[in-house]
């Protein structure tokens, strides 16, 4: 592989961390609460901003990443409570319900932090480049943003798969009516998952925005490839959101760099060749 080749791999596996944040929260929360919630790319958005903000006023990232995903915590759970809720099972009103949301919130981002592009100040550490083996220079905040994407994936998939509150999500992914007959308290767990949804859409706009920036539009514009990751990996799955994941931020990064005019066609070609052969996804289970 030549030395561009190499750098636009690892372009991909950087956005494709950024991506498993954002999907990986709405896939487990669609495949468990069957709520279809197109604010994600609403929450990512604002989530940056907030964590904008405190890290302007604090001079700590770390804090910006806590507040930017704590403030989407306590958003989503009013939505999910006293809106999304009210909807019952009816995806059409979950999804024109969200929507309106996604545009106000956008519009209430406009208000405050205006209409410019705006970047969330990385650590000082985390800034410049870092020369990779084979003389490769790559910049130090994506290399560590695919570390930060790997340890975060591993703790969900401990969570998900080695602990009884992941079991308890995996078989209401899969029957919620036995679980619901079983006793277990199915409300609180939406909420838990929820508000783990929530968290890591917020986060993800901190640290996506430090690279990405932030600024009005964004958030459809990473709802829709974040949409894209939790389709090819399958409702409900969190090794489909990896693997969707991934898929994604390679297809994207390859697509931009050798046919950048077919970029979009590079994205959601192989998407839809893959609905043919498997319309639940790579990971999906029939409902």
């Known amino acids: ?23 990986s929260g709405f896939t487990v929360t669609f495949g468990l609460m069957r709520v279809v919630n197109m604010a994600y790319g609403a929450y990512y958005l604002l989530g940056g901003y907030v964590g904008l903000s405190i890290a302007e006023a604090t001079g700590s990232f770390a804090l910006a990443i806590v507040g930017g995903g704590a403030s989407i915590v ?31 919130i956008g519009d209430v981002a ?36 695919i570390v930060f994407g790997v340890f975060v994936a591993g703790v969900l998939w401990l969570l998900y798969r080695k602990t009884q509150l992941g079991a308890v999500v995996r078989a209401g992914v899969d029957d919620r009516e036995q679980v619901s007959a079983t006793g277990i308290d199915v409300d609180r767990l939406f909420v838990m998952v929820s508000a783990l949804a929530s968290f890591l859409a917020g986060m993800a706009g901190v640290v996506g925005g430090a690279f990405l920036t932030l600024y009005p539009g964004a958030e459809w514009e990473i709802l829709v490839v974040a949409l894209v990751v939790v389709i090819v990996g399958g409702l409900g799955s969190l090794e489909g959101a990896m693997i969707g994941a991934l898929v ?26 893959l609905l043919l052969v498997r319309p639940r996804g790579l990971f999906g289970k029939d409902a």
Do not use: C
Not at 76 to 102: K, M, P, S, Y
């Open 1 to 23: 592989m030549t030395t561009s080749a190499i750098l636009q791999a690892i372009n991909g596996i950087s956005l494709a961390a950024l991506l498993f944040l954002v999907a």
């Open 74 to 104: 306590v958003l989503g759970f009013l939505i999910d409570r006293f809106l999304l809720r009210r909807t019952g099972e009816n995806h059409l009103a979950q999804v024109l319900l969200t929507v309106g949301i996604a545009f106000v």
């Open 110 to 145: 406009l208000k405050i932090w205006g209409g410019d592009f705006l970047k969330v100040p990385a650590p000082a550490a985390l800034r410049g480049a870092t020369e990779l083996p084979g003389g490769l220079v790559y910049p130090t905040y994506r290399f560590v943003l």
């Open 248 to 273: 994604v931020g390679l297809l994207d990064a390859y697509g931009r760099w050798l046919l950048p005019e077919f970029s979009y066609f590079v994205l959601f070609g192989p998407m839809a060749l």
